[in-house]
């Protein structure tokens, strides 16, 4: 059975930094492009960044420079390493697993940055 296990959201003031955690469990996860979504309330869901299986990386450009998505596939584990964080940053984030057309979704953590 295919599971995508978020944590690491919180609360935190504006200018602070959390990582989020993503441990992925029945798959080959190093052959899996990861991401991390987001959904903030009334709003689309949106990429925020993405790894593929090789390594490379994309942003979105709102996180460019502030954002960092890395993974360990020793650990089955993709982070985002989230700096800098601005009240606009507060969502829900989801961790994404993704080969050929098969998509998997975890379940999201509540991240929501207030003074």
């Known amino acids: 059975q295919v599971q995508l296990v978020e944590s690491g959201g919180g609360l935190v003031q504006p200018g602070g930094s959390l990582r989020l955690s993503c441990a992925a469990s029945g798959i080959i996860f190093r052959l899996y492009a990861m991401g991390w979504y987001r959904q903030a309330p009334g709003k689309q869901r949106e990429l925020v960044a993405i790894?593929?299986?090789?390594?490379?990386?994309n942003y979105a450009d709102s996180v460019k420079g502030r954002f960092t998505i890395s993974r360990d596939n020793a650990k089955n584990t993709v982070y985002l390493q989230m700096n800098s964080l601005k009240p606009e940053d507060t969502a829900v984030y989801y961790c994404?697993?993704?080969?050929?057309?098969?998509?998997?979704w975890g379940q999201g953590t509540q991240v929501t940055v207030s003074s």
């Open positions: 790894i593929t299986s090789g390594g490379s990386t």
């Open positions: 994404n697993s993704k080969l050929a057309t098969v998509s998997r």
